[in-house]
């Protein structure tokens, strides 16, 4: 399951990243976090950190996904649940 949640996390940043920045940023930022030590130390470890990972990085997604929207409050509402569920 950690495996499942660490790549969540990875996919979430690298398309928020490609949203903001383009997406040679997300491809970037995409391969910098599949050879990070600490995402490759926690994808295999049974821990709680993979699930608050996810979580953040699922919560940034939906705020830059409202915020390119126009501030919608579903998108907004959402990335307060994926926050929640983090923490």
Same mark, same amino acid.
């Given at each position: 399951?950690?495996? !499942?949640?660490?790549?969540?996390?990875?996919?979430? !940043?690298?398309?928020?990243?490609?949203? !903001?920045?383009?997406?040679?940023?997300? %491809?970037?930022?995409?391969?910098?976090?599949? !050879?990070? *030590?600490?995402?490759?130390?926690?994808?295999?470890?049974?821990?709680?950190? *993979?699930?608050?990972?996810?979580?953040?990085?699922?919560?940034?997604?939906?705020?830059?996904?409202?915020?390119?929207?126009?501030?919608?409050?579903?998108?907004?509402?959402?990335?307060?649940?994926?926050?929640? %569920?983090?923490?």
């Amino acid at each position: 399951i950690s495996l !499942v949640l660490m790549t969540i996390a990875m996919l979430a !940043v690298a398309v928020s990243a490609a949203r !903001v920045f383009g997406q040679r940023v997300g %491809l970037l930022t995409a391969a910098l976090m599949a !050879v990070s *030590p600490l995402c490759t130390e926690l994808a295999h470890r049974a821990l709680v950190e *993979p699930w608050m990972a996810a979580g953040f990085a699922l919560s940034g997604w939906a705020s830059v996904r409202a915020w390119q929207r126009g501030c919608g409050a579903r998108d907004l509402a959402l990335a307060g649940a994926f926050a929640g %569920l983090a923490a």
